[in-house]
C-alpha cells in the first residue's frame, strides 16, 4: 500500500521505492495493466495468475483476448543496485508514461501510472467512491 512520486530518467529507469523492494524479490514481472497503467507482480504472484488464466477455456473469445493482452507486455526483470527498474519501451508507450510518474501499492502488485493519468483516474472516480464501494462490499468493514 502507498503512493511514491518518482521520476522516469533518460534511459527509462525508474526507481522502485525500498518499502517495496523486499516484497517483489529478486525476480518479478512487469506486464500492462487496465486503464494504461502498468503491473508488476512477485513472481510467484504472476505464476499463480498465469495458472489461472491456463485453466480458462481457450474457445472463450474473452479469454484469448484478455491473456494476449495481459501476457504480450510481460516482462521479467530485476532491481539494479540502485534499487532501480529499466521499463520496456512498449510498456512505457502503453501506459504513456512521461517524467513524472506515481508508484502505488494495491495488495498483489505495485502499479505504474504517468503520474497526470493518475490524477486524471482518481479524479474521475472520486465522486464515484462510495457507489463504487457500496456495489463491491455487501456488508459492513
Known amino acids: 500500500m502507498g ?8 534511459k527509462g529507469r525508474i526507481a522502485i521505492p525500498s518499502k517495496y523492494r523486499d516484497l517483489l524479490g529478486k525476480n518479478f514481472i512487469i506486464t500492462k495493466g487496465i486503464e494504461h497503467c502498468l503491473y508488476v507482480y ?29 501476457m504480450s507486455g510481460a516482462t521479467a526483470l ?4 540502485q534499487g532501480r527498474v529499466n521499463i520496456p519501451s ?22 505504474i501510472w504517468d503520474e497526470a493519468s493518475f490524477e486524471e483516474f482518481m479524479s474521475a472516480c472520486n465522486d464515484e467512491m462510495s457507489e463504487i464501494a457500496e456495489g463491491l462490499f455487501e456488508e459492513k468493514i
Open 3 to 10: 503512493e511514491f512520486h518518482h521520476n522516469l530518467d533518460d
Open 42 to 70: 512477485p513472481e510467484t504472484t504472476f505464476n499463480r495468475i498465469v495458472t489461472k488464466l491456463e485453466s480458462l477455456p481457450f474457445t472463450k473469445k474473452d479469454a484469448r483476448a484478455f491473456t494476449r493482452f495481459f
Open 90 to 111: 512498449p510498456l512505457s508507450t502503453y501506459a504513456n508514461l512521461t517524467k513524472s510518474c506515481v508508484v502505488i501499492g494495491t495488495g498483489d502488485r505495485l502499479e
Open 78 to 81: 530485476e532491481l539494479d543496485k
